[in-house]
């Protein structure tokens, strides 16, 4: 199994920045793409940001030009980096790693992991 730690969410004023990292852990495993997700009250999840192996990136529209995914390989970890941020970015952020491989018995096996989410609240 792996294990998905957020960290670095908090209470912001509206045009603040906050930096998100998400460190995966656990036995041997082979991180692909690794991303965010985020939900507010009442809304459905929804995909904020990720990135592939290759470090190929997809952002929402409502983020583009203001939140910036990074990954470091060497420490399993991505990070979120939000700049100006907005009230309606307030949410429960959530790590995703949607095509981990584990070798189990000598065959790769698929998982979908989440982290446990962490609050981002913007006041205006």
């Known amino acids: 199994q792996v294990q998905l730690v957020e960290s670095g969410g908090g209470l912001v004023q509206a045009g603040g920045s906050l930096r998100l990292s998400c460190a995966a852990s656990?036995?041997?495993?082979?991180?692909?793409?690794i991303g965010w997700h985020r939900q507010a009250p009442g809304k459905q999840r929804e995909l904020v940001a990720h990135?592939?192996?290759?470090?190929?990136?997809n952002y929402a529209d409502s983020v583009k030009g203001r939140f910036t995914i990074s990954r470091d390989n060497a420490k399993n970890t991505v990070y979120l980096q939000m700049n100006s941020l907005k009230p309606e970015d307030t949410a429960v952020y959530y790590c995703?790693?949607?095509?981990?491989?584990?070798?189990?018995?000598?065959?790769?096996?698929?998982?979908?992991?989440w982290g446990q989410g962490t609050q981002v609240t913007v006041s205006s």
């Open positions: 995703n790693a949607p095509d981990v491989a584990i070798v189990d018995g000598g065959t790769v096996k698929w998982y979908n992991f």
């Open positions: 656990g036995s041997t495993f082979s991180l692909n793409t």
């Open positions: 990135c592939r192996s290759d470090n190929n990136t």
